[in-house]
C-alpha cells in the first residue's frame, strides 16, 4: 500500500514513496518525468500526487491512481492569497505541512533552494501569503553577470564574516547576509508570536542549518510529507 509523491521543479524531479504507515522511505532525483514515473511503479504505489511548477498534470498511468496539486485541490489550511492560481505548488506542500505537523500554531517557513521563499501560517489556519527572495547561486551569478570585474561567487571562498579579498567577500556577502535575512524575519514573526514554530528546509538547508536563539526544526523532506497529506486528503476514498 505505498504512496508516491513527485516534486517536479525547473531542472529535476524528487520522488518519494511513503509506505502503509505514512513514512517516507525512499527518495530519488531524476531528469525525465518517465523515468521518475518507473521507479515509483517499481515500490508499486498505488496512488501519486505530482507538484509541477509548470503546473503541468500528471498522465494517466494504468493501476495508478494519478491526482496533480493546483490551488483549487483541497488544503488544510485556508488559502487567502490575492492570486491563488500563481501560487507555486511547493509553497502550498510547504503551509500544507505546516497546518499538519503545528495545528493551531504560528509557523514560519523558510524553503531555501534556487530562490528562497519565506512563508508564514497564522495559528487559525490563514495563509495571506509571503516572500521570495532570490536564492545562493542566482545571488552570486547576478553579481558576476552584471558586473564587468566581480567574479563567480563560492562557498569555498568564505572566510569569516568580513570577506578579507574579493572572493572571500562575495562569499560572506551572500552567505551571511541571508542569514541575516533570515534571521531578521525570526525576530520579527517571534515578537508577535513568541511561540512561534521555524522551519528551515530545500536544497540548500545546509548552509544555514546553524545555531539561532531560536529552536529551529530543519526538514529536509518538509515539502515532500506534505505532499504526502496532501495526496491523502486528496485521494478517492473508498
Known amino acids: 500500500m505505498n504512496k508516491g509523491v513527485l516534486d517536479i521543479g525547473n531542472t529535476r524531479i524528487k520522488a518519494a514513496v511513503f509506505n502503509q504507515h505514512g513514512h517516507l522511505t525512499e527518495h530519488a532525483y531524476f531528469l525525465t518525468l518517465v523515468n521518475a514515473i518507473e521507479w515509483l511503479k517499481s515500490h508499486q504505489v498505488i496512488s501519486i500526487l505530482s507538484a509541477s511548477v509548470a503546473q503541468a498534470e500528471l ?41 499538519f505537523a503545528f495545528p493551531n500554531e504560528a509557523v514560519l517557513v523558510f524553503d531555501i533552494g534556487t530562490c528562497m521563499t519565506i512563508d508564514f501560517l497564522h495559528p487559525d489556519g490563514r495563509y495571506y501569503g509571503g516572500n521570495i527572495s532570490p536564492g545562493i547561486e542566482m545571488r552570486w551569478k547576478s553579481m558576476h553577470v552584471m558586473t564587468q570585474r566581480l567574479p563567480q561567487g563560492s562557498k569555498e571562498d568564505y572566510d569569516g564574516l568580513m570577506g578579507s ?31 512561534l514554530k521555524i522551519v528551515l528546509c530545500g536544497g540548500d538547508l545546509a548552509h544555514f542549518d546553524k545555531p539561532y536563539k531560536y529552536k529551529i526544526f530543519a526538514a529536509p523532506d518538509f515539502v515532500l510529507k506534505g505532499l504526502y497529506h496532501l495526496l491523502l486528503l486528496n485521494e478517492k476514498k473508498d
Request: no cysteine; hydrophobic share 40%.
Open 165 to 195: 579579498n574579493t572572493a572571500a567577500a562575495l562569499a560572506s556577502g551572500v552567505l551571511d547576509g541571508m542569514r541575516f535575512e533570515i534571521e531578521g524575519y525570526m525576530n520579527h514573526f517571534a515578537q508577535m508570536y513568541p511561540e
Open 59 to 99: 498522465p494517466p498511468i494504468q493501476n495508478i491512481d494519478t491526482y496533480s496539486l493546483t490551488y483549487k485541490s483541497q488544503l488544510p489550511f485556508q488559502n487567502l492569497y490575492q492570486t491563488p492560481e500563481t501560487l507555486g505548488v511547493d509553497r502550498i506542500a510547504a503551509m500544507a505541512e505546516a497546518a
